[in-house]
């Protein structure tokens, strides 16, 4: 359930028309809801009742304004950078309930999250470890650390959003981790809290999520009697939204599949949703420049690959509906943008409304890895994104300008 809905044939966000916002702001630009946003965490995080943390995936969406609103809601985050750290702390998330993931961390940045004091710091190789063992000492802190496994799972979505199978760079093999701990164990700066995995986005099933924490699980018991004991226990992200006709998971559902498996271990969970809270909370609005009849339709609109990349990176479905309905007459096209790349589409022979020079299209279900995967290739400045609450809305990203392109180049 969105907020983004027809009112006779006017397409709102919430209470405001989104034309509206489009005459004020110009296009394209990312929309966001509230309500939302707030009816996704929700449902997400009141679906457990087992002691858990929900440490937003700041990848997904990191907007200030939209963290903020997590963090208002009691929820947490999991960065995968220094820069995701900085805004993270920026938007009020109290640094206790962040998570820190990712394969290549560097020095400063291992400083720059125990100086902030965060919950745990997910490591993913003997390497990464032995340098925040040294970090840590010359800070005269203690890391808290826990091991990102990798349980060689298939989580059966796209090969580039899989992350928990043995050939992916992600984790340490399971069968290895138990070196793992009983080297951070002999390490005089690093405290063991925790285990983690996540073994990839878009699953539309919760077997390979219960299949990993089967193997976790075994895994903690071996710890256990290994005489090492956890308090977290950090089972990521990577639960799907529909997008077109797909049927993921509802949380309750989810959340009942771990929590049967969880109910006797004894510790926090963790949990890292990105996708499943923002995806469907947010779009891309963007206008039609120009149509033609080539080999085939195209609409040429002011969107492209660099404002929104799953559809080049993945061959990601994106819906595209009209902002202003006149009927309901559709024809096969491409929606492309004006990159100059033959990659440069939102969407590929797919139905999509008939329409014409000045029309406004929504790219829905654009929440997720939609701006915050955006660049400037091309020279394009990035778009403004813009919240809905109700019946006001706020621009919570200026749009870019000519200027801020050039912002710290110089010419010797
Ligand atoms: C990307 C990522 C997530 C979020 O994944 P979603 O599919 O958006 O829920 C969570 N944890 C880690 C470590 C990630 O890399």
Redesign the pocket.
């Known amino acids: 359930m969105n907020h983004f809905q027809y009112k006779d044939d006017i397409l709102f966000c919430e209470d405001v028309a989104i034309a509206d916002i489009a005459a004020e702001v110009g296009t394209p630009f990312y929309l966001y809801s509230t309500e939302t946003l707030t009816r996704h965490f929700k449902a997400f995080d009141g679906a457990f009742s087992h002691p858990h943390i929900t440490c937003f995936?700041t990848?997904?969406c990191s907007n200030i304004a939209v963290l903020n609103l997590f963090g208002e809601l009691g929820g947490g985050a999991?960065i995968?950078s220094g820069g995701e750290l900085f805004r993270a702390l920026k938007a009020g998330i109290d640094p206790k309930k962040i998570v820190y993931?990712g394969v290549g961390k560097s020095k400063e940045e291992m400083r720059f999250a125990l100086e902030s004091g965060i919950l745990m710091i997910n490591v993913e190789s003997h390497q990464e470890l032995e340098a925040l063992q040294e970090v840590a000492a010359g800070l005269g802190i203690t890391a808290p650390v826990s091991f990102r496994v990798n349980p060689d799972v298939d989580p059966k979505t796209h090969a580039y959003i899989s992350?928990g199978l043995a050939k992916n760079k992600f984790g340490i093999p399971i069968q290895e981790a138990l070196h793992s701990y009983q080297a951070a164990e002999k390490m005089s700066h690093i405290e063991i809290i925790g285990v983690s995995c996540?073994i990839g986005?878009?699953l539309t099933d919760v077997s390979p999520f219960v299949e990993s924490l089967q193997k976790v699980k075994v895994f903690v018991e071996k710890l256990n009697q290994a005489g090492i004991t956890i308090s977290y226990l950090d089972l990521?992200?990577?639960?799907g939204i529909c997008y077109n006709d797909e049927e993921p998971p509802l949380p309750a559902i989810y959340a009942e599949a771990l929590e049967r498996e969880m109910h006797d271990l004894g510790c926090t969970l963790i949990l890292?949703?990105?996708?499943?809270i923002v995806g469907n909370a947010g779009i891309l609005v963007t206008k039609v420049l120009f149509t033609k009849q080539g080999g085939k339709k195209f609409v040429i609109v002011d969107a492209g690959m660099n404002d929104l990349a799953r559809p080049s990176l993945y061959g990601a479905y994106h819906a595209i509906k009209a902002v202003n309905r006149k009927n309901d007459a559709v024809e096969v096209a491409d929606v492309v943008g004006p990159i100059c790349e033959t990659g440069d589409f939102l969407a590929k022979e797919k139905e999509v409304p008939v329409c014409r020079s000045g029309d406004l299209l929504a790219v829905m279900s654009s929440g997720?890895y939609g701006f915050t995967m955006s660049s400037n290739y091309n020279s394009r400045p990035r778009v403004a994104e813009v919240l809905v609450k109700g019946d006001v809305f706020h621009v919570i990203r200026k749009r870019e300008t000519y200027d801020s392109l050039i912002a710290g180049e110089m010419i010797p």
Request: proline share 5%; hydrophobic share 30%.
């Open positions: 995936a990848k997904a999991d995968v993931s992350t996540h986005s878009q990521g992200g990577g639960v890292e949703p990105g996708r499943v997720a």
